[in-house]
């Protein structure tokens, strides 16, 4: 009977194949000088992993700034503020949203925005050339040009940099809209390329994409709106031009998405299956982009989890990380090869 007892959550753990897909979750750090932290992305550089976030006593505060932290000698380092807003003239105005990238060759670059609120500020970059242990000064994106808006740039396989990007115009109403920001020279300039006009004046307020790799110059970009369902918009000439904006099946409560092509051609999409707030937390798997299982619930309990940043690393294992409450930036690592998925149907997350 002791021998059962013991054995039983090894037992139970093989019996859920989902559960052994999840092999971690931690807290990227215990205790901060910062109570609030939000909007966290994650990257693995030649030296490991490296990740970020906003942190201060609450968004859109003054004193918010970029927070970086490091996987080193099997810990994460102590979180260290890499830029703020703080201006020439002496004013502060709150960061937001920091994206890390780690192009094929080159420094690590942290984009980041500055500014008042989302549809006044302006983005801003900087670069690691020791994996994110110091940074360059900050340097102003041209004119009209944000960067990455929250989730991670990809490079297509002729080395163009393509940026998933989106404004928040200052009218009312607030008109939400995605563009992409590409360079062919390593982030030197860039160009703009913006989704197909919408006909018969519908439109689809959506920011935040992600970008999946279909192969062949097939891209698919997909993320949050305000519409009660993720967006998505196709390419098949590398990101060049892009298709009309439409919902999927999927709901979305007005919160941030990310999503990933795996190194097996299958896609992976974390985000709240949900109307209202942002709980649950869920991993969504697809082989199409077209039509997803559910493979993985991360969060349940009351509270916000929120804002996921999701990779696949060199050793073909999964990393992701997101808000907990408003609290503390969790991260999970996930086997990709143990998810098995059950078809999610009209966009309900199946039992």
Request: charged share 20%.
């Amino acid at each position: 009977m002791n021998l059962l007892l013991q054995l039983l959550p090894s037992l139970l753990l093989a019996a859920d194949p989902q559960a052994s897909a999840l092999l971690k979750k931690e807290f990227i750090y215990e205790n901060a000088p910062f109570p609030q932290c939000h909007a966290s992305t994650i990257v693995e550089t030649p030296k490991g992993l490296v990740t970020a976030w906003f942190g201060g006593t609450a968004e859109k505060n003054p004193d918010v700034g970029i927070w970086v932290s490091r996987w080193e000698k099997g810990r994460w380092t102590k979180p260290v503020e890499a830029a703020n807003g703080l201006q020439p003239n002496g004013t502060r105005h709150p960061t937001w949203n920091p994206v890390l990238f780690q192009p094929k060759e080159g420094p690590l670059f942290l984009f980041y925005k500055v500014g008042p609120s989302p549809t006044t500020w302006w983005g801003m970059v900087r670069t690691s050339s020791d994996h994110g242990q110091t940074w360059s000064e900050g340097k102003k994106l041209p004119d009209g040009f944000l960067g990455p808006i929250k989730n991670k740039p990809v490079q297509l396989a002729n080395g163009t940099i393509l940026s998933p990007t989106s404004t928040e115009a200052n009218t009312r109403p607030g008109r939400w809209k995605i563009h992409f920001e590409a360079s062919s020279d390593g982030g030197k300039t860039w160009s703009k390329v913006e989704p197909a006009a919408d006909l018969d004046g519908h439109f689809i307020h959506a920011i935040q994409p992600s970008i999946l790799d279909h192969g062949e110059g097939k891209l698919q970009a997909l993320g949050r709106s305000r519409g009660g369902k993720i967006f998505e918009t196709w390419s098949n000439d590398g990101g060049k031009t892009w298709s009309r904006l439409s919902y999927t099946a999927l709901p979305n409560p007005s919160s941030g998405t990310d999503a990933v092509t795996l190194k097996d051609g299958r896609h992976l999409l974390i985000y709240n299956h949900t109307l209202f707030g942002r709980n649950p937390l869920n991993l969504a798997m697809s082989k199409d982009g077209k039509n997803w299982d559910a493979v993985l619930v991360l969060e349940t309990e009351p509270g916000e989890y929120s804002y996921p940043a999701i990779i696949q690393t060199a050793d073909g294992l999964v990393h992701i990380t997101y808000t907990w409450k408003r609290q503390k930036v969790r991260h999970a690592v996930i086997d990709p090869a143990k998810l098995e998925g059950k078809a999610i149907v009209g966009g309900v997350w199946p039992k």
